[in-house]
């Protein structure tokens, strides 16, 4: 499958990076992602894109290159494609109004973003969106699958693609980023780098 040059060039950066994070998670990550460690409790999440659309990862949980610290995944998305909500949950905090981007620090708080607060007190979080393309308002009620944005290249980015991430609380104040597992066409996983992933509805 074609792979554009945007794509190779983040393939070569992250492959030459020097450094990943200690976190104790990542290391669980990479067994679930392997799939040496079994996980049949957690929830299932709907890829942040419409169903039957394909698209690709990136950087996937604590990569090399600006995930090191991270459990995020980066989705590969023209500007303009329609984002999804994860699962159902109420709107928190939007931003809306950036219409900077690029690959410099001074662009960070120009990124465009929704963070989504779920049942579970669990967050998840869409940015780099496009500028004035986000669909919802804070206190928004927002359903597992519908479109609540369109990815974009604001804030501190590359290239145009979806940053998506979740935090679970630990009752004490503290946030804790997580990996999670989606429904793909592939069967239910923890996303991979490097690998195009089809949605499919999830089962739950």
């Given at each position: 499958?074609?792979?554009s040059k945007?794509?190779?060039?983040?393939l070569?950066l992250t492959l030459?990076?020097c450094?990943?994070?200690?976190?104790p998670?990542?290391?669980?990550?990479k067994?679930l992602?392997?799939g040496?460690?079994?996980?049949d409790?957690s929830?299932?999440?709907?890829?942040?894109?419409e169903e039957?659309?394909?698209?690709?990862?990136?950087?996937?949980?604590?990569?090399r290159y600006?995930?090191?610290?991270?459990?995020?995944?980066d989705?590969?998305?023209?500007?303009g494609?329609?984002?999804?909500?994860?699962?159902?949950?109420?709107?928190?905090?939007i931003?809306a109004?950036?219409?900077?981007g690029?690959?410099n620090?001074?662009?960070?708080?120009?990124?465009n973003y929704i963070?989504?607060?779920?049942s579970?007190?669990?967050r998840?979080?869409?940015?780099h969106?496009?500028?004035e393309?986000?669909?919802?308002?804070v206190?928004d009620q927002?359903k597992?699958g519908?479109?609540?944005?369109?990815?974009?290249?604001t804030?501190?980015?590359?290239?145009?693609h979806?940053?998506?991430i979740?935090?679970r609380?630990d009752?004490?104040?503290?946030?804790a980023?997580?990996g999670?597992?989606?429904?793909?066409?592939?069967?239910i996983?923890?996303?991979?780098?490097?690998r195009f992933y089809?949605?499919k509805k999830?089962?739950?």
């Amino acid at each position: 499958m074609y792979i554009s040059k945007t794509i190779a060039a983040i393939l070569l950066l992250t492959l030459i990076g020097c450094s990943v994070s200690n976190n104790p998670v990542r290391k669980e990550l990479k067994l679930l992602q392997k799939g040496k460690l079994k996980d049949d409790t957690s929830f299932i999440y709907h890829l942040p894109y419409e169903e039957n659309k394909t698209r690709f990862v990136v950087q996937g949980y604590f990569s090399r290159y600006t995930h090191k610290h991270r459990a995020a995944l980066d989705f590969k998305m023209k500007s303009g494609t329609k984002i999804c909500a994860v699962r159902d949950g109420v709107v928190i905090r939007i931003k809306a109004d950036g219409k900077r981007g690029g690959g410099n620090a001074k662009y960070r708080t120009d990124g465009n973003y929704i963070v989504i607060q779920h049942s579970d007190s669990s967050r998840s979080g869409y940015w780099h969106l496009r500028h004035e393309a986000i669909f919802v308002k804070v206190g928004d009620q927002v359903k597992q699958g519908q479109v609540i944005g369109l990815s974009g290249k604001t804030g501190y980015t590359y290239f145009p693609h979806l940053h998506f991430i979740v935090w679970r609380s630990d009752g004490k104040g503290q946030w804790a980023q997580i990996g999670t597992r989606f429904q793909t066409n592939k069967g239910i996983l923890y996303l991979r780098p490097f690998r195009f992933y089809r949605n499919k509805k999830p089962t739950n």
